[in-house]
């Protein structure tokens, strides 16, 4: 019996349809069903004289990003708060979205917790958007009788860690965007506007001056080689981050590096400890036990190196050992963190301390992308200015010269 409720369910699509009431009035609206002719029945039990139905579109859309999960799971946490039951918040939210892929999951979910899922174990079957700590959190709520609760935490949670992703970008967007278009003008000044002054100058005669002669010499190595040059550049780039995606050994040796990178590599640690303070707070506040929660914040850090300090840590911690003193011996923690979480332990309170660590840490990385944004604006100005500058007075030097070249 319970098989075929879960094969109707399965079945059941969202219609769109339009009629007329009893009083010749247009309606229109939505609703769930196995086929046009059960809306037809449906509608007409009711009093509609159905006009016009369609299948609701469910394939296509754009891809669901982790924003689209974010909105999801706080429009959610809102609606169970004021007291709307859970399948009726899932009806409201997957009508409300945009994202055809984002309301078939809704609806995917919503039918698997109908036939008597657990919401836990229906976000578990979608693991590419519900990550295990989601889903630990989400189970927990389920468990402690506190769902609307947990979800709002959640919902804090993904708003502060997208908070931080952007931040990050942002500091990096600009400074990224300038090297590109800079890159874009050098080339079309060797390969377009250099060669033409080089026609000009062979009508002056004589020696050309070595600035001169070196960028004409550039420009011709552009000229012949910019396919080599272009397909190196992409073909490396995509090699090189797909190599960074796949290889655990290439993800240590790069975020081992950013960390030290001068400037944003401050930045960048930054950020990972407020993500993994944050994700430890948020997991041990909802009651999962400190080992089970270690298995999530390795990877909510989104770093390599913290991700293995984490494993070191969630095996100490099993044998034993207090957290301060596992974390202490990563040697990748900064000391206000273990003074935190060493008060804590001390007074059960660590939830909240963590907590605080967190929001410290994220105001730290506003600040400094704040001061990264004025710094580098002058320092680039200066580097294109250098670049730019020094080609335009390479390729006047001869006309500056032009009286003793004639």
């Known amino acids: 019996m319970a098989t075929a409720a879960l094969a109707k369910n399965s079945k059941e699509s969202i219609f769109e349809w339009e009629g007329k009431d009893k009083n010749g009035k247009l309606v229109r ?3 769930r069903a196995g086929g046009e002719a059960v809306v037809s029945a449906s509608l007409r039990r009711q009093g509609i004289l159905l006009t016009k139905v369609k299948k609701r579109r469910t394939s296509g859309g754009r891809s669901i990003k982790q924003k689209d999960i974010a909105i999801f799971t706080r429009q959610l946490a809102t609606m169970m708060k004021a007291g709307v039951p859970l399948l009726q918040s899932f009806d409201i939210v997957a009508r409300g979205s945009t994202n055809p892929r984002m309301t078939k999951l809704l609806t995917d979910i919503r039918n698997d917790v109908e036939t008597g899922t657990s919401l836990s174990s229906a976000f578990r079957k979608h693991p590419l958007h519900f990550d295990s700590l989601y889903c630990n959190l989400v189970e927990a709520g389920e468990a402690g009788g506190i769902l609307e609760a947990l979800l709002d935490r959640l919902a804090i949670y993904q708003e502060k860690t997208m908070a931080i992703k952007s931040k990050i970008k942002s500091a990096l967007m600009y400074p990224v965007a ?15 506007v250099i060669p033409a002054f080089e026609d000009v100058f062979k009508s002056f005669g004589g020696e050309l001056p070595a600035p001169t002669q070196a960028i004409i010499w550039m420009s011709h190595f552009f000229v012949t080689w910019w396919w080599a040059i272009f397909g190196l550049i992409f073909g490396g780039g ?11 050994k290439m993800q240590m040796t790069m975020d081992r590096i950013l960390l030290r990178v001068p400037i944003f590599g401050d930045l960048i640690n930054k950020s990972v400890i407020a993500r993994w303070t ?8 909802a009651g999962v036990p400190l080992v089970e929660a270690l298995d999530s914040v390795g990877g909510a850090a989104g770093n390599a190196v913290y991700a293995q300090a984490t494993e070191q840590i969630q095996k100490d911690v099993s044998t034993g050992s207090a957290l ?49 944004s004025s710094l580098m604006e002058p320092f680039i100005i200066v580097i294109l200015g250098t670049l730019i500058g020094g080609i335009v007075v390479s390729m006047y030097l001869p006309i500056f010269k032009l009286g003793s070249v004639v």
């Open 238 to 248: 995509y090699f090189f981050f797909e190599s960074w995606k796949r290889s655990e």
């Open 29 to 31: 609206g939505e609703i």
């Open 178 to 192: 300038v090297i590109v278009v800079a890159f874009v003008v050098l080339t079309v000044i060797m390969i377009f």
């Open 278 to 285: 944050r994700t430890l707070s948020t997991m041990f506040a």
């Open 324 to 372: 301060t003193t596992s974390m202490t011996s990563t040697g990748v923690f900064p000391t206000m963190v273990l003074q935190m979480a060493a008060i804590g332990e001390e007074s059960g309170s660590l939830d909240h301390m963590l907590a605080k660590a967190a929001e410290f840490y994220e105001d730290e990385v506003d600040e400094m992308v704040k001061g990264l």
